[in-house]
Structure formats: C-alpha cells, structure tokens
C-alpha cells in the first residue's frame, strides 16, 4: 500500500501565500512523477503543476510565475509554494504521484485534497 498525504491548505486574502506539501509514504521502490491538480466548484479537475519527463517543470498558464513547485526527493515529498493568491485559485488541490511498488509493477495515486481557499 503507497499513500500520499496532503498538507497546508487553509483560507487565505488575495494576494496573499500558501505551501502545500505532499509526502509519499509506503511501500515504495521509485516515484515516477510527482504533480498538483486542483478541482473548483462545478468544474473539471485541472492539472495545476507538475515534472516533467526532462526534468523540468511544467505548469497551467495561470498559475505561471505565481506559482512554484518543487520536490525533496529523500522525502517522497513534493511541494506547491503559492503566491499572488487570487480568488479564481480557491479549489481543492490533490497531489497525484505514479509510484513503482514493484520492479514491473505502479500505481497512480491521489491524495485526499486539501481546500484552499482565497477571500477577496
């Protein structure tokens, strides 16, 4: 069993900032990828940020330059440092992960969310 656990929503003003972090714990051999998506109110869940195969990192067009993530890889941990919070980013954010348990064998996981939500 691989779970990701997600911590640091929470309410917050425009303008203002929030880290998210996720922490991979299990039986774990390798993470194949890490990333953030986020679900609004009535509409479909959207990938927020994530890695890319390069190495890089990849990110939706309105969060760009808001938005950073970043990975403690001796941690099984990825993080979403927000800034410049504006009200179209309240959602709930879940962390997705592809987690190898076995030489041939992954899983893609999902975190159980965490609201955040921005007050004009």
């Known amino acids: 069993q691989v779970q990701l656990v997600e911590s640091g929503g929470g309410l917050v003003q425009a303008g203002g900032s929030l880290r998210l972090s996720c922490a991979a714990s299990?039986?774990?051999?390798?993470?194949?990828?890490m990333g953030w998506y986020r679900q609004a109110p009535g509409k479909q869940r959207e990938m927020v940020a994530g890695?890319?195969?390069?190495?890089?990192?990849d990110y939706t067009d309105s969060v760009k330059g808001r938005f950073t993530i970043s990975r403690d890889s001796a941690k099984n941990t990825v993080y979403l440092q927000m800034n410049s919070l504006k009200p179209e980013d309240t959602a709930v954010y879940y962390c997705?992960?592809?987690?190898?348990?076995?030489?041939?064998?992954?899983?893609?996981?999902w975190g159980q969310g965490t609201l955040v939500t921005v007050s004009s």
């Open positions: 997705n992960a592809l987690i190898a348990i076995t030489s041939l064998r992954s899983l893609e996981v």
């Open positions: 299990g039986r774990i051999v390798s993470i194949d990828h």
């Open positions: 890695f890319t195969s390069g190495g890089g990192t």
